[in-house]
């Protein structure tokens, strides 16, 4: 989980053709969109990571799974591919995530939506009578977190810090606070 980062989607981007879908991507790669706060965290410190939370080497051919930055202006391009050399000179070899301007990005499916959180049934259930609505439940900072939680990111010291305030019922607070447990952090 990183702090400063409060809502994230997932979708298509990078692709020409119009309404991608995951059964249709056609020549769109996997992605996912974030928004973050300016005065908590830096694009700097965010790409940062996304170099130490990827497989920058990934090959498959696929265009669906490309390694790919998309960058919304020319300063996110400069930090974007400064980072990348740092971070190629740090591990002595070059990668073949590509950096390009961000065109459309399409939301992927509700299902893949928070995937880890609608995962676990008793969390899922929750956030349907908390977001009765989709697009709030994808727009939810409460569910971008508990998403994060449920894939095993995140300490249980945290989560106990902040566990009331998602708005859980007592069935899915256990369910979750019994998943962070599990991967022992």
């Known amino acids: 989980m990183v702090e400063g980062i409060y809502r994230t ?43 130490y939370s990827h497989t920058p080497e990934n090959r498959t051919g696929k265009t669906q799974y490309k390694s790919i930055i998309f960058y919304r202006n020319q300063e996110e391009k400069i930090i974007a591919e400064d980072s990348r050399k740092r971070f ?25 939506q928070k995937f880890f959180l609608q995962n676990v049934q008793e969390i899922r259930k929750d ?34 810090q902040e566990i009331e305030s998602f708005g859980l019922s007592s069935q899915g607070e256990k369910a979750l606070l019994d998943i962070v447990e599990g991967y022992g952090k």
């Not at 059964?23 to 170099?51: M, P």
């Not at 070899?93 to 399409?106: A, C, D, W």
């Not at 009765?132 to 010291?157: E, H, Q």
């Open 88 to 112: 190629e000179n740090q591990v002595g070899r070059s990668f073949n995530t590509e950096i390009r301007p961000l065109s459309k990005f399409y939301l992927a499916e509700n299902y893949h």
């Open 9 to 51: 989607r997932v979708g298509y981007c990078g692709g020409i053709a119009d309404n991608p879908s995951y059964r249709n991507i056609k020549d769109y790669s996997e992605a996912f969109e974030f928004d973050y706060d300016g005065d908590l965290i830096t694009y700097d410190s965010i790409i940062e990571t996304f170099w």
């Open 127 to 160: 956030f349907i009578e908390i977001y009765p609505n989709i697009m709030d439940f994808i727009n939810s900072t409460s569910a971008m977190k508990v998403n994060s939680y449920c894939k095993g990111n995140g300490t249980l010291k945290r989560l106990k």
